[in-house]
């Protein structure tokens, strides 16, 4: 039989053999492959560290060095890798569990939009030259000029270790940006959305859980928050995840590669990211960035919505006695 017409965040509910477990299940399996690949990597990286710089897991773990410092390129690798490992955990629990076609996590097409993606990177680029420059002129309003000898970092610039850190990033963003919001904008969302009809639950829920994994300040945790919830609704109201992935791509290639150029005197993510200016640039950023999205995807003619054929076991009809 045919599905109703399925919402993205309720997508799981037409995958073949759905029972009410299978959320659960899947979010479970999705941790076990992830702890599973977290060991593999952790053995292949330790070497590496060993040979490169072997003080770096010992002073993250102290508190005296960044967990993701540009300085030092081999924290890049580890912190990106990390990250990447979660798209394989969630796609081999999906196939394992049956969940086919695992592509119904990139979008109600079972695939990514390949042609909506590369549109929304343009957007994307524009919104965050907009978001930057606007957080700029709020910050000069609201809060005072820095002395530049504070600002200054303390430490020498390594201007290969910096170009070393910028490869890894244009290398990794992309599948880091994207794994994370298989994750956020895609598991969590299909997982309470099976069990939940309202999208705002599979909206907000996780857009909170994934601003509280940063480190910021509360300007810092706000601003990711609202970069959350704004890409979880344009999941929701696109019927996939091409707008959350094409945004977390570009601006973090933006974030990290400010990071790695030392422009602002500091090369390491720190509690201290956030501002009140920046807030206000982000807010008219994604204004901006959620309203080009829905005229690009209602130009494109994308479809939001999705049919799926499953099978139900009918009841035996009892006999009619004479």
Do not use: C
């Not at 509910?13 to 959320?23: I, L, V």
């Not at 196939?95 to 990177?121: D, E, H, T």
């Not at 956020?184 to 309470?192: E, I, K, N, S, W």
Request: hydrophobic share 55%.
């Amino acid at each position: 039989m045919e599905t109703e017409p399925l919402d993205y965040h309720r997508l799981l509910r037409g995958a073949s053999a759905y029972r009410w477990w299978k959320p659960l299940a899947l979010l479970l399996l999705s941790g076990v492959f992830f702890g599973t690949l977290t060991v593999v990597v952790t053995a292949v990286v330790i070497p590496v560290l060993l040979l490169t710089d072997p003080d770096y897991p010992v002073q993250v773990a102290a508190g005296t060095a960044a967990a993701l410092d540009t300085q030092r390129p081999v924290s890049v690798l580890v912190s990106m890798v990390s990250i990447i490992i979660m798209l394989p955990a969630v796609l081999l629990a999906m196939l394992v569990l049956g969940m086919r076609p695992i592509g119904r996590i990139w979008s109600v097409a079972a695939r990514m939009r390949w042609g909506l993606l590369g549109r929304l990177f343009g957007v994307s680029v524009l919104t965050i030259a907009v978001m930057n420059l606007v957080g700029i002129a709020a910050g000069a309003l609201l809060e005072p000029a820095t002395d530049p000898a504070v600002v200054a970092n303390e430490t020498a610039f390594d201007a290969r270790a910096a170009l070393l850190s910028v490869l890894l990033v244009l290398l990794l963003v992309p599948l880091q940006s994207t794994a994370e919001e298989v994750v956020f904008r895609g598991l969590f969302m299909q997982v309470l959305g099976a069990w939940l009809r309202n999208p705002w639950f599979a909206i907000l829920i996780p857009s909170i859980g994934f601003a509280s994994l940063h480190i910021y300040d509360i300007w810092g945790l706000l601003a990711v928050g609202l970069l959350g919830a704004v890409s979880a609704w344009l999941t929701w109201r696109t019927g996939g995840l091409e707008a959350a992935i094409a945004i977390h791509i570009v601006n973090n290639y933006v974030a990290f590669g400010i990071m790695a150029s030392g422009l602002t005197g500091e090369t390491a993510q720190t509690t201290g990211d956030g501002s009140a200016g920046g807030l206000i640039g982000q807010i008219a950023g994604l204004a901006l960035f959620a309203w080009l999205t829905l005229r690009v995807f209602t130009r494109g003619g994308y479809g939001r919505q999705r049919i799926d054929l499953v099978q139900y076991t009918a009841e035996p009809q009892e006999r009619g006695t004479r």
